[in-house]
Each structure stands twice: as C-alpha cells, then as structure tokens.
C-alpha cells in the first residue's frame, strides 16, 4: 500500500513541476497560473490518480484483502508487494505465506487439516 502512496505522491510532485517548467518556459507566473487554471489543473490531478489508482487495482485489492484476513483471524498480516502474497506473522516475528500456515501465531492447537483453504 505504501508504495500506491509513494506513486500517487510523486505524480502529484510530477504535475506541478511540469506546470513550474511550462510556466518557466513561456515566462507566466506560476500562482496566476495556478489560480487560472485551477479547475483543469484538478482535473489532471484526478485523471492521474484514476490512471494510477487503475493500474494498481490488483495490488489494492490484495492488500486490503490481506488486511481484512488479518482483522479476521486476530493476526499481524502483511501483503508481499513482490511476491504477491499475504504473509502472516509467527510468534517468532518472521512472516510467512498465510495460504500454507496451519495455526493461528501463538496458537498450541496444530491440526492435520487445512481449514477450507482450498486444499483437498
């Protein structure tokens, strides 16, 4: 999740400088500009959250599937940008894929089957 904040955060830096060096090039003061301009200026803004909000949707959506698996099973979770899994967290602090954990962290019950994880 933090690296669709990172990408939405340098656009939005990415933007203004383009409009600074526009500004710079054709000699307009850059908050006259701005003021101008302020309506298309929001709606480049907002196209280019949408475009990248668009091709960070597969990433979002298992994030937030991962935090709200977490949530459920009253666990640490993480979702793996790179390896594009949720992790969750051992009692020992390492996280591991949470599709092959068998138990809960903590938890001293290891039962020999998976529990509806697909796996038959």
């Not at 526009?22 to 000699?27: D, I, M």
């Not at 599937?65 to 977490?70: A, K, L, N, Q």
């Not at 979702?79 to 390492?94: D, H, K, N, R, V």
Request: hydrophobic share 50%.
């Amino acid at each position: 999740m933090w690296l669709f904040w990172l990408f939405e955060i340098l656009a939005l830096i990415a933007v203004f400088v383009l409009i600074f060096l526009y500004c710079h090039w054709f000699k307009k003061r850059f908050w006259s500009f701005l003021k101008q301009y302020l309506k298309w200026i929001a709606l480049v803004i907002l196209a280019v959250w949408l475009l990248i909000a668009v091709l960070c949707w597969h990433h979002l959506y298992d994030a937030t599937f991962c935090y709200f698996r977490g949530v459920s099973m009253k666990a640490n979770t993480k979702y793996s940008l790179f390896l594009g899994e949720c992790q969750i967290e051992t009692p020992s602090g390492a996280y591991v894929p949470v599709q092959r954990a068998r138990a809960l962290p903590g938890n001293s019950e290891h039962h020999d089957d998976y529990q509806d994880y697909g796996y038959n």
